[in-house]
């Protein structure tokens, strides 16, 4: 039984990490543009940092869509193992039923052995006491 909410969710999830991205490559264009109008008024080492502080940002950004990749697949793994699962609960209750059907068809043959054996058990008392109560014969000797 397939999840009906597995795809809203994942829907949910991508339009707020691209919301997420939008607004970072903003925030990146931003404070990249006041940062290179800025950067011939700022003394010599704060532009590098500057500089690597965007870059870091913009790394950031360019990571993001591949974690949003990643939860698809994940998301994707947990459904397909969710599958197996449900297919696997269904061979099992095929085998329960095949085995229940067993379970009625040799109890018959149950009660047919139960029924020789007490047949076998009173033939043996019949003919045990039948035996004692006949007369012995002598023997010449």
Known sequence: MPDDHAAPRSGLLQSALDE?????????DAVGSIGGEAVGAVPGLLPDT??????????????VPQLTTEVDVLLEGVHAKRLTL??????????????????????????????????????????????ATEPTEPTDG
């Open 86 to 131: 449900q297919a696997l609960q269904a061979e099992l209750a095929a085998f329960d039923s095949q085995l229940q059907l067993l379970e009625q068809s040799l109890a018959p043959l149950q009660a047919w052995t139960d029924q020789w054996s007490r047949l076998r058990g009173s033939l043996s008392d019949t003919l045990g006491s039948v035996r």
């Open 50 to 63: 500057v500089a690597k502080m965007l870059l870091s940002l913009q790394q950031l950004v360019d990571q």
């Open 20 to 28: 997420f991205l939008g607004r970072a490559r903003t925030l990146a």
